[in-house]
Nanobody
Framework: EVHVVESGGGLVQAGGSLRLSCAVS????????VGWFRQAPGKEREGVSG????????YYADSVKGRFTISSDIATNTVYLQMNSLKPEDSAVYYC????????????????????????WGPGTQVTVSQ
């Protein structure tokens, strides 16, 4: 069974940086997609970024383009989200979600920004950006 655990959240001043980590375990063949989502109080969950290890596709929400960078370490099955130039509106609980993209002998190509694509979710990590 696939397990997902996030880490790296915290409190930072506006303009600062944080790096979130998402450790993925239990993937059968090493091919998976990981998405980062966030949800602020009173707001809907939104997609932030995503990556597919099979075809190296990457997705960023318009609100984070140029500030956030997603990367993956295949050796450790860890996906990172480097967040720079943080703004107070980036404050939210950040969730990592994973999908095993291997389907039989084929690879499933998910929509990285769509939360319904992902089967496994971490408990979330709080990111708070102060003024």
């Amino acid at each position: 069974e696939v397990h997902v655990v996030e880490s790296g959240g915290g409190l930072v001043q506006a303009g600062g940086s944080l790096r979130l980590s998402c450790a993925v375990s239990g993937v059968r063949f090493g091919n998976y997609a990981v998405g980062w989502f966030r949800q602020a109080p009173g707001k809907e969950r939104e997609g932030v970024s995503g990556i597919s290890t099979n075809d190296r596709r990457i997705y960023y929400a318009d609100s984070v383009k140029g500030r956030f960078t997603i990367s993956s370490d295949i050796a450790t099955n860890t996906v990172y989200l480097q967040m720079n130039s943080l703004k107070p509106e980036d404050s939210a609980v950040y969730y990592c979600a994973a999908l095993d993209t291997r389907v039989g002998d084929a690879e499933y190509v998910p929509i990285l920004s769509a939360s319904y694509e992902y089967d496994y979710w971490g408990p979330g990590t709080q990111v708070t950006v102060s003024q």
